[in-house]
Structures are given as structure tokens and as C-alpha cells.
């Protein structure tokens, strides 16, 4: 059984960074999608980012230019560096793992940001 466990969020001002942590123990094939969505009240499930097993990645374009996301194969953990946050960057932040025969999720960490 895959088991998704995040860390790193909470409270930070506008303008500032936060780092996300997540991951994955059980059985994982070793060629995977790892990466973040993101979801705040009243709206739907949003992409963030996403990184493959080779490193190739893909960025909402909220995100694009102030999140990095990498990852740790060997550690199967995924990492999202978030800098320059917005108000608007506040939601519950969801850790996503695609394999070949299924899709994880974790159960999320909250990422607040004042004004």
C-alpha cells in the first residue's frame, strides 16, 4: 500500500517561502509522477506542479517563476520550494503520486499567507 505524508506547511507572509515535503513509502514503480495541487475553499482541485521520475516538470502558471518543485528519487520524496507567495497562494496543498496502475494522494497540508 502507497502512503503519501506531507510536512512544511503553515502561516508566512506575503512576499515570503515556504517548503513543501512529501513522501512516498510502500510499493512504487520507479518510473512515476510526482508533484503538488493545490485547493482552496469554494474551488476546485488545481494543478501546481508536476516532475517525473527524469526530472521533466510541469508548472501551472500561477506558479511559474516563484514555485520550484524537485524531487529525491532515491528518498521517493517530492519537494515544492514556494517564494514570492501571494494571499492568493493560500490552500490546502495535496502531495500526488502517478504510477502505471494508480494515482495517490496525500491528505494535504494547509498553507496560509497574510497580507
Known amino acids: 500500500q502507497v502512503q503519501l505524508v506531507e510536512s512544511g506547511g503553515g502561516l508566512a507572509q506575503a512576499g515570503g517561502s515556504l517548503r513543501l515535503s512529501c513522501q512516498a513509502s510502500g510499493s512504487i514503480f520507479s518510473a512515476n509522477v510526482m508533484g503538488w495541487y493545490r485547493q482552496a475553499p469554494g474551488k476546485e482541485r488545481e494543478l501546481v506542479a508536476t516532475i517525473t521520475t527524469f526530472g521533466g516538470t510541469i508548472y501551472a502558471t500561477s506558479a511559474r517563476g516563484r514555485f520550484t518543485i524537485s524531487r529525491d528519487n532515491a528518498k521517493n520524496t517530492v519537494y515544492l520550494q514556494m517564494n514570492s507567495l501571494k494571499p492568493e497562494d493560500a490552500a490546502g496543498y495535496y502531495c500526488?503520486?502517478?504510477?502505471?496502475?494508480?494515482?495517490?494522494w496525500g491528505q494535504g497540508t494547509q498553507v496560509t499567507v497574510s497580507s
Open positions: 500526488y503520486l502517478e504510477t502505471a496502475d494508480n494515482d495517490y
